[in-house]
């Protein structure tokens, strides 16, 4: 029988740390052994999982650590730096949904894949992952069609458009050999004139407890494509990533991506 997967959660008492903690407990394909919160956290040395005398409590550095196969990060961009020195120093790979990072921590995790496998990305949905492949490959094949991008998030959300939206600009606008920056209208208001040739345009909707929408619509003249997504249940982002570090576990060293999981097996 095959031994579970050894897992470390680096930003075990966040949103997306607990969620992970939630799909954890009792699953028999995976270990957590190690279960890293901010120092100070109100958290650090309470029990994890586990009862007797040597339950798995939280931790907030990586000197005890045990031995493990992968680290799941979504913590900050401090933490991250730490857990990334510990994968670096003992060959562990990483997955990583931790975002905002500076110019020097980015180039660490560029120059750390040569070295580790390391897989990064701001959702961890793998409907979005195929969402962002089926518009690559339709903004492609349909190079003259307007193209529309409204997501729709809950009334707390602090940015707009989200970052899924603008990841899936991005992807749109190379697929059409120009960038986002020249391409993108974020709002329109009174008379605006006509569309531009080639824009991509945003629409933002906020409101209730909605999870997380996303359409994409290409319009030609007589007809539609919307490519569609929507989240409702948040347990989607950690099942993905349990689903990336499955996966990742055994790579080579690089850089790896959502797509790469969709798009294989084993």
């Known amino acids: 029988m095959t031994r579970p997967l050894r897992i470390a959660i680096n930003g075990a008492s966040g949103r997306m740390g607990s969620s992970l903690l939630g799909l954890l407990e009792g699953n028999a394909q995976f270990e957590l052994v190690h279960a890293v919160v901010a120092p100070g956290s109100a958290h650090d040395g309470k029990r994890v999982f586990g009862t007797g005398d040597n339950p798995l409590r939280y931790a907030h550095d990586w000197v005890v650590a045990p031995k493990m196969d992968v680290v799941i990060d979504f913590s900050g961009p401090a933490a991250l730096d730490a857990a990334l020195s510990h994968c670096l120093a003992n060959g562990i790979a990483l997955v990583s949904g931790t975002t905002g990072i500076d110019r020097d921590l980015e180039a660490r995790l560029t120059a750390a894949g040569d070295s580790i496998a390391v897989l990064r990305a701001a959702n961890f949905s793998l409907g979005v992952a195929m969402l962002t492949r089926l518009l ?59 569309r531009a040739i080639g824009s991509i345009g945003f629409a933002v909707v906020r409101g209730g407890d909605i999870v997380g929408e996303h359409t994409a619509m290409l319009i030609g003249p007589g007809e539609r494509i919307e490519l569609g997504h929507r989240a409702t249940d948040r347990r989607i982002f950690a099942r993905g990533a349990l689903r990336a570090a499955q996966w990742l576990h055994g790579r080579a060293p690089g850089h790896w991506q959502l ?8």
């Open 259 to 266: 797509d790469d999981v969709i798009a294989t097996s084993g």
């Open 136 to 194: 690559r490959e339709a903004a492609a094949a349909l190079p003259e069609w307007d193209l529309e991008i409204v997501e729709a998030h809950h009334g707390r959300k602090q940015d707009a458009p989200s970052g899924t939206a603008l990841a899936l600009g991005h992807v749109a606008a190379a697929a059409r050999n120009t960038t986002l920056e020249a391409a993108a209208v974020y709002g329109r208001e009174g008379l605006v004139g006509e």
